[in-house]
């Protein structure tokens, strides 16, 4: 037969499961959308910045400049973001990578995406870029203009791979997992403290069985029905003795 202690602990584990199974659904969808569009914003903003920054100095030495490498470069180490910019062609011309390092320079970006900025401005996609990238990967790209004509004198591109951000999700995954199990430790805890007296009455009806009426349950001090319930039961074991 089944405690009390197991079935007050069992509902109690439901309720736990249930609850945190709903807020669980809530948070995958809610949650990965967060993490996502928070990456996804740190990546428009990066590319914003470098923007402006490269346009000052398109006046001064182009698109080429070594400072606009020391600028990538060091962005990206900052950000965690690979940033690559090209030329009003899609001519790759300048790269976060350290200097010698680039894979991606003398290399085009597939027309389509360039089209796709020249009509719209900016790019918002998780792709390969063409066989550019090894993977998919989370990919914000915008023009480059001049502030006189604003005619794009180059595009940036900021992209992060997709397990970057999986990570920091799969740590939430995990925190979530960690409380679902301390709150259902801390059920078990609490449902056999509860059932405590209950069990000590049982073991001392027993032994009233057997002729004993010398037992006594503990008393707790607290004034809920377990409380009246423990001294009832010493009184009644007072009188028969």
């Not at 397990?163 to 056999?192: C, E």
């Not at 503990?218 to 028969?240: C, I, Q, V, Y």
Request: aromatic share 10%; with cysteine.
């Amino acid at each position: 037969m089944k405690s009390i202690y197991f079935k007050n602990f069992l509902a109690t584990a439901i309720m736990v499961l249930v609850s945190f199974l709903m807020i669980g659904v809530a948070f995958v969808f809610i949650g990965q959308g967060y993490i996502i569009k928070s990456h996804r914003d740190n990546m428009e903003s990066n590319a914003r910045v470098i923007s402006r920054l490269t346009t000052s100095l398109v006046y001064e030495e182009g698109l080429t400049d070594l400072r606009l490498r020391i600028l990538l470069n060091g962005t990206s180490l900052i950000s965690g973001n690979h940033i690559f910019i090209t030329n009003d062609e899609g001519l790759i011309i300048s790269c976060s990578d350290e200097l010698g390092r680039c894979q991606h320079l003398g290399r085009s970006v597939d027309a389509s995406y360039i089209n796709t900025l020249e009509q719209q401005g900016s790019l918002d996609i998780v792709t390969d870029l063409g066989g550019l990238f090894s993977s998919q990967r989370y990919v914000f790209a915008m023009a480059m203009t001049v502030a006189d004509s604003g005619a794009p004198v180059g595009y940036i591109f900021v992209s992060t791979d997709r397990s970057t951000i999986m990570g920091a999700w799969s740590a939430f995954i995990w925190v979530f997992f960690a409380v679902t199990l301390a709150v259902l430790f801390l059920a078990l805890v609490v449902s056999k403290k509860m059932a405590e007296p209950l069990d000590e009455m049982t073991a001392a009806a027993r032994r009233f069985a057997h002729g004993d009426f010398s037992v006594r349950v503990r008393e707790d001090k607290g004034t809920d029905e377990l409380a009246a319930l423990t001294s009832s039961f010493n009184n009644m074991a007072d009188s028969l003795e």
